[in-house]
């Protein structure tokens, strides 16, 4: 039996217990009842601000684990909060050291917004133009938006809400599936 392909989560927000955190740690809960691995990604804080200088042999070690992470992923789904109407900088930074590598070149994408009805366009917007740029695979119908009643979180700072984990199941199995059928 193969390996469950593994989906790398990458979180927009560096606060600790974030909307965005909860949602793909909710992910990750609910990965194994669709045979997917989910990892998510805890390097944001680390990795130095992008200068192009800096983008060759040898990479600074926190872009090199970041890149080797995309790599061996077999897909990406993002959950980034918006702030002054775009991506956080911390975030665009982390896309930004993906630029100019090949590993997310063709690799399914997808983002979740956390967001309340009518926030976080912006986000999302950037977020579509920068994958773009990478040459990521944009599957769209795993693109959703869930917004996070923090009643529904639970003590093990999960979501419970039934029909929020089987959005979130879809998901994965959109992105999991994706990468195959490119092949």
């Not at 990604?41 to 990795?47: E, I, N, P, Q, V």
């Not at 599957?139 to 529904?152: Q, S």
């Amino acid at each position: 039996m193969s390996a469950p392909p593994v989906i790398l989560l990458l979180s927009g927000s560096l606060r600790e217990g974030s909307t965005n955190e909860t949602v793909l740690r909710t992910a990750q809960d609910v990965a194994p009842s669709v045979n997917v691995r989910a990892v998510l990604y805890d390097g944001l804080a680390r990795l130095p601000h992008f200068n192009p200088d800096d983008d060759t042999d040898p990479l600074p070690a926190p872009v090199a684990e970041l890149r080797a992470a995309i790599d061996e992923a077999a897909g990406i789904l993002v959950c980034t909060p918006e702030y002054a109407g775009t991506l956080p900088g911390s975030f665009k930074n982390l896309l930004d050291w993906t630029v100019g590598g090949t590993e997310i070149c063709d690799k399914p994408a997808a983002w979740v917004n956390a967001a309340a009805p009518g926030r976080g366009e912006g986000a999302q917007a950037t977020l579509r133009t920068v994958l773009g740029y990478t040459g990521a695979h944009v599957v769209e119908p795993a693109c959703v938006r869930i917004p996070v009643d923090r009643g529904t979180v639970g003590e093990s700072g999960v979501i419970g809400d039934p029909g929020v984990r089987e959005t979130l199941a879809d998901v994965l199995r959109l992105l999991a599936t994706s990468g195959t059928e490119a092949t």
